[in-house]
């Protein structure tokens, strides 16, 4: 659709007063400004949208940990798969990943030792225990969330969205 100033418009007559001549074009004026501040606020989101979110799994088995990576890859999430959670210690630098994921089933504890680790390291960071309904996970200030490793892929992909968009509308608003 072409565009068109008001002046240039049909039923614009040009021999108005001048004062509502110039009402028309500022209102006219402003519509252009908050059509092109939409698009400016769409774009920026879309931008932000279309960046893939880190995951960080944290899993010793290593087998069921790269088959959740190529669940979340496919996806669209940037995923990376580790077993061993002393060398993400190690060398952790805050803001690197959206969201990292610890399994506990092998080793309850040491799972929970490591979110605390790594809250220490980064508070704000975002972490998530993934547990069976058979091991207990005592209460704890540390994971952010518990998601169930029983539900199966579909149901994993979706409790994962879920925590990143409420995290990404509280720190927005």
């Given at each position: 659709m072409p565009s068109h100033s008001v002046s240039s418009l049909p039923f614009f007559?040009?021999?108005q007063e001048p004062e509502l001549r110039e009402f028309i074009i500022r209102v006219d004026q402003k519509s252009r400004y908050k059509r092109a501040l939409k698009r400016g606020i769409y774009s920026l989101m879309t931008q932000v949208a279309s960046?893939?979110?880190?995951?960080?799994?944290v899993d010793r088995d290593a087998r069921l940990g790269h088959v959740r990576c190529l669940v979340l890859q496919s996806?669209?999430?940037?995923?990376?798969?580790?077993?061993?959670?002393?060398?993400?210690?190690?060398?952790?630098?805050s803001k690197t990943f959206d969201l990292v994921l610890v399994d506990v089933q092998h080793n309850p504890d040491a799972a929970l030792d490591f979110c605390s680790?790594?809250?220490?390291?980064?508070v704000a960071q975002l972490v998530a225990l993934i547990s069976d309904h058979h091991v207990w996970v005592p209460p704890h200030p540390c994971p952010d969330e518990v998601?169930?490793?029983?539900?199966?892929?579909?149901?994993?992909?979706e409790k994962v969205r879920n925590?990143?968009?409420t995290r990404i509308a509280e720190s927005s608003g």
């Open positions: 007559p040009r021999t960046r893939p979110k880190k995951v960080l799994l996806q669209g999430y940037e995923a990376t798969c580790v077993t061993d959670a002393s060398t993400v210690l190690n060398s952790w630098t680790d790594l809250k220490e390291k980064d998601i169930p490793r029983s539900e199966g892929p579909a149901a994993f992909v925590l990143l968009e």
